[in-house]
């Protein structure tokens, strides 16, 4: 099980972290990925880390966005700084096993989501 928190409303060029906590013993072993979606768009894919620690972010929030692990709290982070209103969506922490998954279908486990708005 895996459930986010953190969303909410910010002004453009704010900040906000998300988090997500995952249940289970072996959280270390996945591959955990930020996702996000609106209702114009399908899920998209915003950043990941492996179980080993390598990241891998989307072109449109390089730079701004920084994913993290702790495994000791079986917890990945998502701290957004810079944020734009074009980043408003429902924001998804997913695991898998897939290596190198960039979409979707990479990913077995989903948390329920969590708001982020951002205002101009």
């Known amino acids: 099980q895996l459930v986010e928190s953190g969303g909410g409303l910010v002004q453009d060029g704010g900040s906000l972290g998300l988090s997500c906590a995952a249940s289970g013993r072996t959280f270390s072993n996945y591959h955990m990925g930020w996702f996000r979606q609106t209702p114009q768009n399908e899920r998209e894919f915003v950043a990941r880390i492996s179980s080993r620690g390598i990241i891998t972010y989307a072109d449109s929030v390089k730079g701004r966005f920084t994913i993290s692990r702790d495994n000791a709290k079986n917890t990945v982070y998502l701290q957004m700084n810079s944020l734009k209103p074009e980043d408003t969506a429902v924001y998804y922490c997913?695991?898998?096993?897939?290596?190198?998954?960039?979409?979707?279908?990479?990913?077995?486990?989903w948390g329920q989501g969590t708001q982020v708005t951002v205002s101009s």
């Open positions: 997913a695991a898998g096993l897939t290596i190198g998954a960039r979409t979707p279908a990479g990913y077995q486990y």
